[in-house]
Structure formats: structure tokens, C-alpha cells
């Protein structure tokens, strides 16, 4: 009998994310503590877990170095440990931690049920951490059915019962198609190869001739379908603006980010590590869903009277420029985009938290006349995240975009960007739209507190939107070295 290899380090992350679910669950069993318990065994497991991200950062840096790249595949072949499984475990712990901040209100408003929201949000993390770090195919889906599970009943978890309940039923309807897709498109993968694990898939494809692929392109394509809706990109974003609109808003931001991370480092590692030899086929395939996504998130976005339903159809936009980068083969430009993009999400889901309440569903963007007036800090903070998800210059998010739309250039799709940027200018105004309310619109209603765990959170995403576009230079150099296996 062959022992299987263990690399205990290489999933120690997860680890310690679902021993802090765990424990978090069992100390308000046995002791019913303070919230602040919860939330320091919480914030304890998310820093030893990026403790021990940094620590597999130095490993796998060693490894190239040395040349023992064989040392990044742990669990005999299911586990990596590359820089860009790195970077987007460090990333997806960036946004637990401050999407946790960001909902703490919601959370203490829960009352007793409160660790069951910490837990979920830590079990959501550990399952899409286990899924950007997976060669496996069979358990990238398993990561992937961990953190979508744990989505689905944070969807549901807000008081206003109707619209929370409607959000969590589509979600969990939909999002159960997509998986069952997902599976369905890996089983054809397997017929067609012979193969579950993405490197042997790149191995099978580059020294074998396949006369007939057809199993394996449809595999290929439902695939794409399967993270397609994962990343809410168009046409399979239907149910994105009913879950933002409806779940807690606490919460959303940390929901929408995660599942984006998740999603395109699966999708990058997939098509552009192991299936890069049918690149010609699904090429035009990701090119016309970045495309639509683009062009329908940004004009849908337009005739949106809420901020949330709005946000929603930015994601499909944004869907679609990161799609962009995918089509490039740039997996820095995609990685770079996914850390900005994530906090800035995070960010302006934390204003409408604190504009529409915690558990609200619903922002009207009536909601923010004068809010210039009544909170010069929200405002000001929202209007530096609007625009850095804008593209403007000087923000991180034109370096996000300017990165995907280069790399798209040199593969010859110039059509694409030229929508992109078309999209861009679209998308320009709807943002515009939101800080004209914000600063050119009086008001006379009451003066909005902003709470100390809102204030760090607004603060990190307004001074990386800066900091990031002024001096990329460090986050883009750790993007490069993200490099995949």
C-alpha cells in the first residue's frame, strides 16, 4: 500500500479557519460569552492563518529558487502551494477579516445566533481558500460547495424575512445548477483526458493528439457556465442583484468579493494552466461573455434607483474587464485586479451598511442626498471607492484595468477592448451619478454615526485605492511572483 503524502502546512490555513469556526461555536455554547469573545477567536484565526500564508510564501519562493517546484504539489497532487494559490488565499483572508469588521453590527444584532454568522463566514473562507489552492478537480468542487453552502445561509440570515428568504431560495437554486454544471462539465473533462488534476490535464493535452475533443471542449464549456455564475458574469449573473439587493447588508460585500476571488483564480488556473491547449476554442467563448458582461452591467446600471442593485450590475461589468485579463492569459493582471476590486467592494458595501443599517435590505439612492452634510466621512470615502472602481487616473483601479486591457491588446483582441473602454465610460456615469447626489444635493435629516470597526475598514479601502494607484509597484511585483505552476 503506497502511505499517501501529508503536507500539513499546506493546508494549515484552512485549518485554522475551521478549528476557529469550531471554536467560536463551542465557546458561546459552553460559556455564552461578550460578542468581542467571538470576534477576537474570529480575528485570531484569521492572522495565524495569513501568518502561515506568509510562511508558504517564503516555501514556495525558496522552492523556485532551488528548483524543486515538485515541493509546491502536496496530498499527492491535490494541493498547491504556487504563488498564485498563495496570493489568493492571502487575499480571500484580506477580505474575511475586514468583511468581518464590516458586518460586526449586523452580527451583534443577531443576538444568540451571531457565532453561527462568524462561523459561516470562516467555513465560506476556509471552502473557497481549499478551492484556489486545489489541482484537483473533484476538490476544487468541494471547496467550492463548502464556501457556496455557507453563502447561501448568510444570505438568508437578515430579519427582513421576504426579501432575505427570496435572495437565500435564488441563490441556493441557482447556485445549485451552477455546481451541478461545474461537476457535470469535470466528468466530461475526466472522460475526455483521463484526468481529475489540472496539471496532468496540461501534461495529457500537450502530448496527445486528440482527433476527437468534442467531450473535452463541452467539458471546457460547461465549466465556464458552471464559474461563470459564480462570478456573476452575463448571462449568468441573473440572480447577483436579488442576493445584493436582499441579503444583509453587512455582509454583502464580504459575499460578492469572496465568491469573485474564488471564482477567477479557478477559472485562470483551469483554462489558462490546464486547458491552454484548446485556447483557440474557449477564447472567443470568454471573449464574448467579458464582452456582454461588460456592456450589460454597465448599461443595466444606469436605470438602477438602488445602490445595491446598482453595485450588482457593476459586479457583471467588473465580471467582465477581469474576463478581459483572462483572455490575455495575464494571471498578475487578474490578481492585481481581484485584490483592488475586493476591497473596494467590501468598502462601499460598508457605507451602505451604515446608510441603509445593518440588516436592512434595499438602499435607495434617495437615501444618500447630502450625505456630504451629514457624514463628510462616509461621503468622501464612498466617492474614492466609486472612482477607483471607475478607472479613474491615480486610483488603483485604472492600474487594474489599464494591466487586463494591455494584456488583452497583444493577444489581438483589440475589439474587446475597445467595448471595455466604452464600458468604462458607461460605467463612469453611474458612479458620477451617486457622489452627485452625495455632494450637490442638500438634506436635512440626522447626523450618521460611523462606527470604529466601519472606520478601519473605510480606511484601508480608501488609502489602498490611493496608495495603489499612485505606488503600485508592491502589489504589482507580488502579483508577478504569483505566478502559477
Known amino acids: 500500500m503506497i502511505t499517501p503524502e501529508i503536507s500539513w502546512i499546506a493546508i494549515f490555513p484552512e485549518l485554522l479557519l475551521a478549528l476557529g469556526a469550531a471554536g467560536v461555536l463551542l465557546v458561546e455554547v459552553q460559556w455564552k460569552p461578550d460578542k468581542s469573545v467571538l470576534g477576537t477567536i474570529a480575528a485570531g484565526s484569521v492572522v495565524f492563518a495569513a501568518a502561515f500564508t506568509v510562511l508558504q510564501w517564503v516555501d514556495a519562493s525558496d522552492a523556485v529558487e532551488a528548483g524543486a517546484v515538485g515541493d509546491l504539489v502536496a496530498f499527492s497532487g491535490m494541493v498547491l502551494m504556487d504563488g498564485m494559490a498563495i496570493f489568493g488565499r492571502f487575499v480571500i483572508l484580506a477580505v474575511t477579516g475586514f468583511g468581518i469588521m464590516a458586518?460586526?453590527?449586523?452580527?451583534?444584532?443577531?443576538?444568540?445566533?451571531?457565532?453561527?454568522?462568524?462561523?459561516?463566514?470562516?467555513?465560506?473562507?476556509a471552502g473557497f481558500s481549499i478551492m484556489v489552492a486545489s489541482n484537483n478537480l473533484v476538490m476544487m468542487f468541494l471547496g467550492l460547495e463548502v464556501g457556496s453552502i455557507a453563502l447561501y445561509v448568510l444570505a438568508g440570515m437578515s430579519r427582513e424575512r421576504v426579501r432575505s428568504d427570496e435572495a437565500a431560495i435564488k441563490y441556493f437554486l441557482l447556485g445549485s445548477f451552477a455546481s451541478a454544471v461545474f461537476i457535470y462539465g469535470v466528468a466530461l473533462l475526466y472522460a475526455g483526458t483521463g484526468q481529475f488534476e489540472v496539471l496532468a490535464i496540461r501534461q495529457f493535452l500537450s502530448d496527445t493528439l486528440l482527433l476527437s475533443p468534442a467531450v473535452a471542449l463541452i467539458g471546457t464549456a460547461l465549466v465556464i457556465v458552471g464559474l461563470g455564475f459564480k462570478v456573476s458574469a452575463a448571462p449568468f449573473h441573473s440572480w447577483a442583484p436579488d442576493v445584493y439587493q436582499g441579503a444583509p447588508s453587512g455582509l454583502v460585500g464580504y459575499m460578492a468579493a469572496i465568491a469573485k476571488i474564488a471564482g477567477f483564480v479557478a477559472i485562470a488556473r483551469i483554462l489558462l494552466t490546464g486547458l491552454s491547449e484548446f485556447e483557440l476554442n474557449w477564447l472567443p467563448i470568454v471573449a464574448g461573455i467579458a464582452a456582454l458582461s461588460m456592456l450589460l452591467g454597465s448599461m443595466v446600471a444606469l436605470v438602477q434607483g438602488d445602490?445595491?442593485?446598482?453595485?450588482?450590475?457593476?459586479?457583471?461589468?467588473?465580471?467582465?474587464?477581469?474576463?478581459?485579463?483572462?483572455?490575455?492569459?495575464?494571471?498578475?493582471?487578474?490578481?492585481?485586479?481581484?485584490?483592488?476590486?475586493?476591497?473596494?467592494?467590501?468598502?462601499?458595501?460598508?457605507?451602505?451598511?451604515?446608510v441603509s443599517g445593518p440588516a436592512n435590505a434595499g438602499s435607495e439612492i434617495d437615501d444618500y442626498r447630502g450625505l456630504s452634510t451629514r457624514s463628510p466621512m462616509l461621503a468622501l470615502s464612498f466617492a474614492v471607492i466609486l472612482l477607483g472602481m471607475a478607472g479613474l487616473p491615480l486610483t488603483s483601479g485604472f492600474i487594474a484595468k489599464f494591466g487586463v486591457f494591455a494584456s488583452a491588446w497583444s493577444t489581438g483582441y483589440e475589439w474587446l477592448v475597445i467595448v471595455a473602454v466604452l464600458a468604462s465610460v458607461i460605467a463612469f456615469a453611474f458612479y458620477l451619478r451617486i457622489i452627485v447626489v452625495m455632494f450637490m444635493t442638500d438634506d436635512e435629516g440626522d447626523d450618521l454615526p460611523v462606527p470604529g470597526t466601519l472606520r478601519w475598514v473605510l480606511g484601508v479601502a480608501v488609502v489602498t485605492t490611493i496608495v495603489w494607484g499612485v505606488l503600485p509597484g508592491?502589489?504589482?511585483?507580488?502579483?508577478?511572483?504569483?505566478?502559477?505552476?
Do not use: K
Open 103 to 125: 458586518g460586526w453590527r449586523y452580527i451583534e444584532s443577531l443576538g444568540r445566533r451571531s457565532a453561527e454568522a462568524i462561523a459561516l463566514v470562516l467555513l465560506a473562507s
Open 474 to 485: 508592491s502589489l504589482l511585483r507580488a502579483a508577478t511572483d504569483a505566478l502559477p505552476l
Open 307 to 354: 445602490v445595491r442593485r446598482m453595485l450588482a450590475y457593476s459586479g457583471v461589468a467588473h465580471a467582465g474587464f477581469i474576463m478581459t485579463g483572462v483572455v490575455g492569459a495575464s494571471t498578475s493582471g487578474i490578481l492585481f485586479y481581484l485584490a483592488v476590486y475586493a476591497l473596494q467592494l467590501v468598502g462601499a458595501f460598508a457605507v451602505v451598511s451604515a
